[in-house]
């Protein structure tokens, strides 16, 4: 079970976009629409931001969008807001035996 | 309001056992499926287990599977995680976390965590 591929780390200025790819495979991303991401802030608990590639839960800026192709999934923040500083993952269901996946995380920093 | 409190963590011996707890309120247990992630100091998440609605299912990451078990008690409101032949890798925060029917895998509710040191 190999995590998701993310890159380290990101960063924009306020009001810019900045865009996290979650990097997968044909067994996993490519084969399934559903992809989740959450945001981590130091010492908290992770926070869903989209589910099933693109839906936003209640109450989620719509900021947040997502979208896939092929075994890349992707997450856009627009409006960089300093609150957006954090921790970011991807997940993805990769079959009924290794149920989820995880990315390595990326880490947001607002310039 | 929807909560779930995880409890059980500590400091184990490597080879030991350990039983973490989630207790959920604010919502029906009983119709959601549940999870167990975990978190390494410093490093990221990582999907430890799952169990169905009934229990009728369960699922293990490679890393773990054979030495913890996860069970669940609706009338107690309760998810579990057996935890045995622990081993220094296996230190983490553990989340307990909700998986509601409508959003596939994802998790939209989490606890807190409770913090397992397996070392000597």
């Known amino acids: 079970q190999s995590a998701l591929t993310q890159p380290a780390s990101v960063s924009g200025s306020p009001g810019q976009s900045i865009t996290i790819s979650c990097t997968g495979t044909s067994s996993d991303v490519g084969s399934y629409d559903r992809v989740s991401w959450y945001l981590q802030h130091p010492g908290k608990a992770p926070k869903l931001m989209i589910y099933e590639v693109n839906k936003r839960p209640s109450g989620v800026s719509d900021r947040f969008s997502a979208s896939k192709s092929g075994n890349t999934a992707s997450l856009t923040i627009s409006g960089l807001q300093a609150e957006d500083e954090a921790d970011y993952y991807c997940?993805?269901?990769?079959?009924?035996?290794?149920?989820?996946?995880f990315g390595g995380g990326t880490k947001l920093t607002v310039l | 309001e929807v909560q779930l409190v995880e409890s059980g963590g500590g400091l184990v011996q490597p080879g030991g056992s350990l039983r973490l707890s989630c207790a959920a309120s604010g919502f029906t247990f009983s119709t959601y499926s549940m999870n167990w992630v975990r978190q390494a100091p410093g490093k990221g998440l990582e999907w430890v287990s799952y169990i169905s609605r009934r229990s009728t299912a369960t699922y293990y990451a490679d890393s773990v599977r054979g030495r913890f078990t996860i069970s669940r008690d609706n009338a107690k409101n309760s998810l579990y995680l057996q935890m045995n032949s622990l081993r220094d890798e296996d230190t983490a925060v553990y989340y307990c976390?909700?998986?509601?029917?409508?959003?596939?895998?994802?998790?939209?509710?989490w606890g807190h965590g409770t913090m397992v040191t397996v070392s000597s």
């Open positions: 997940s993805s269901f990769a079959g009924s035996g290794t149920y989820v996946m």
């Open positions: 976390a909700r998986e509601p029917a409508e959003m596939d895998d994802a998790f939209d509710i």
